[in-house]
Nanobody, 125 residues
Framework: QSRLVESGGGLVQPGGSLRLSCAASGFTLGYYAIGWFRQAPGKEREGVSCISSSGGSTDYVDSVKGRFTISRDNAKNTVYLQMNSLKAEDTATYYC??????????????????WGQGTQVTVSS
């Protein structure tokens, strides 16, 4: 059973922070680039961030640059998304996904082998 499980979502006020986790089981996360995606009601899913299999490179959508940080601990088979200075427009269901491409090249467009079930992030006062 190969799966990804997101956790760490919740309700937070604007300007607050959350740390999302993406834990893999049944496969070795260190062999995959990991992308974080989000989808808000009525909107298309968008790529948020990507980290290469080794952690040597990262990428972010412009709207979260300087606020979000992606990282990984391959020994724990886990990838994290630290989200700071959260805004209402960050409200969405956040998903992590594992890519057969180990580098973050065209990462928002490539196919992914595994997807998590999603974790809800709500930013509201």
């Amino acid at each position: 059973q190969s799966r990804l499980v997101e956790s760490g979502g919740g309700l937070v006020q604007p300007g607050g922070s959350l740390r999302l986790s993406c834990a893999a089981s049944g496969f070795t996360l260190g062999y995959y680039a990991i992308g974080w995606f989000r989808q808000a009601p009525g909107k298309e899913r968008e790529g948020v961030s990507c980290i290469s299999s080794s952690g040597g490179s990262t990428d972010y959508v412009d709207s979260v640059k300087g606020r979000f940080t992606i990282s990984r601990d391959n020994a724990k088979n886990t990838v994290y998304l630290q989200m700071n200075s959260l805004k209402a427009e960050d409200t969405a269901t956040y998903y992590c996904a594992a890519s057969p491409v180990r580098l973050c090249v065209l990462w928002a467009l490539v196919e992914y082998d595994y997807w998590g079930q999603g974790t809800q992030v709500t930013v509201s006062s």
